[in-house]
């Protein structure tokens, strides 16, 4: 069963960077049929698409995003990670990992999600 | 990259048919099959209900059927219930980005 959970600090201060891991069981990342994203929600609007990253280290970003956003894989921990820097209370948001079909462009299997809110 | 554009919300009656549009450009929805559609209800993470434009997933009910005609790709829920109550998105690929719409809200009277 493909499970992926969200870790990180639930509280970043503006103008640092947020830092977020995503660990996946279930299925080895390694895997070449899927691409491994971030994607965002703030409350009460609706969803964002951060980015991905392939097994390969090969990556695709939002382009509203892509100055400051950093997504890397780690294999040997079945972990992906999320750096966004610069923060701002904009960036403040529950923060899904997910599984992305590669042919389907898709997200199969999602994180529960984890609320991080920018504040001083 | 804009968002889609969807319908902020819809409504119908038990046993009713909805549909849901979703209105890209012909640099996403209009050059890929690959639009997807997601259900979520509050304080949950979106679920797939239908992929590359018509595709249901293994466990979704046929009930829910997706299609697409240029830059508009549409969601139809026939049969309404009540827990179909939730917020739907849709989601394009755009050349090896991805797009999603603003959601809509859909309310079973």
């Known amino acids: 069963q493909v499970q992926l959970q969200e870790s990180g600090p639930g509280l970043v201060t503006p103008s640092q960077t947020l830092s977020l891991t995503c660990t996946v069981s279930g299925v080895s990342i390694s895997s070449g049929s899927y691409y491994w994203s971030w994607i965002r929600q703030p409350a009460g609007k609706g969803l964002e698409w951060i980015g991905r990253?392939?097994?390969?280290?090969?990556?695709n970003y939002n382009p509203s995003l892509k100055s400051r956003v950093t997504i890397s894989v780690d294999t040997s921990k079945n972990q992906f990670s999320l750096k966004l820097s610069s923060v701002t209370a904009a960036d403040t948001a529950v923060y899904y990992c997910a599984r992305d079909e590669v042919f389907g462009d898709y997200v199969d299997y999602w994180g529960q999600g984890t609320l991080v809110t920018v504040s001083s | 990259q804009s968002a889609l554009t969807q319908p902020a919300s819809v409504s119908g009656s038990p046993g009713q048919s909805i549909t849901i549009s979703c209105t890209g450009t012909?640099?996403?929805?209009?050059?890929?099959?690959?639009v997807s559609w997601y259900q979520q209800h509050p304080g949950k993470a979106p679920k797939l209900m239908i992929y590359?434009?018509?595709k249901r997933p293994s466990g979704v009910s046929n009930r829910f059927s997706g299609s697409k005609s240029g830059n508009t790709a549409s969601l139809t829920i026939s049969g309404l219930q009540a827990e179909d109550e939730a917020d739907y998105y849709c989601?394009?690929?755009?050349?090896?980005?991805?797009?999603f719409g603003g959601g809509t809200k859909l309310t079973v009277l």
């Open positions: 012909s640099s996403d929805v209009g050059s890929y099959n690959l």
């Open positions: 990253i392939y097994t390969s280290g090969s990556t």
């Open positions: 590359e434009g018509s």
């Open positions: 989601c394009s690929y755009a050349g090896g980005d991805r797009v």
